[in-house]
């Protein structure tokens, strides 16, 4: 295993490539915190590694992409904080946990997301759906996920795990010039909170066959007046 702070605040450090390790490996918190250097972090596809740690690429600000081997299973807070030029990311098919999920993408304004694993960047495509792997649950209050993610304007679906978002800050943006992204829910969600800020250029579609306008409690707080061209589409009948 790659242990804690292993690489941490490296600012030389350009390129990382994980071959096939095996499949016990787990990667520690804060590996390659604050590595504003690091561009490139290739894994082979048979990596078997099975956890990502908490503040991995913390402000790798260089980082180009992400293609994370099926093997992951976890993956832990803040570890994409503020990667500002990072492209595009696979999220594996066999991730089972997101542990705290708060900030796992904030800051990351030219992020968007693919379905399939890659190898060689030149070649990934923008899909123009995108489907979260099936895991969450529930989105806490104060768990900005996709806060500042501005270039998100795929159609994200979430699948029918997910049944209570208590804060809308996860979905925010800041940017009343960014492009519109579609959430979609499949699950049955009963809450979905909002508690302030920007909120620009976002359709909400709620489409399980039990939610309904009298089911599903949306609430609105402070800051709804900076919040423009944001939709909710009941759409399950």
Known sequence: SLGQNAFSNCKALKSVVFENVGTE??????SFKSCSAL??????????IKYLGVFMFYE????KYLSI???VTTLKTSAFYNCDALGPVY???NLATI?????????????????EFFEDPTKVEKPSVYYFPNIITEIPKDHE??????NLNETIVFGDKLTAVNDGFAFGKYDSKAPTTNYVFLGNVTDFAYYGGYFYNTNLYFCNPNTTVESINIYVYNGS?????????ICAS
């Open 25 to 30: 490996m787990s990667i520690g918190n804060d």
């Open 39 to 48: 561009e490139t972090v290739k894994f082979n596809k048979n990596a078997g």
């Open 60 to 63: 790798c600000k260089a980082l």
């Open 69 to 71: 081997p099926d093997s």
């Open 91 to 93: 999220l594996p098919k």
């Open 99 to 115: 542990e705290k999920i708060d900030s796992l993408f904030e800051g990351c304004e030219n992020m968007y997301f693919v379905n």
């Open 145 to 150: 996920m996709f806060k500042l993610c501005a």
């Open 225 to 233: 007046s900076n919040s423009t061209n944001c939709n909710v589409y």
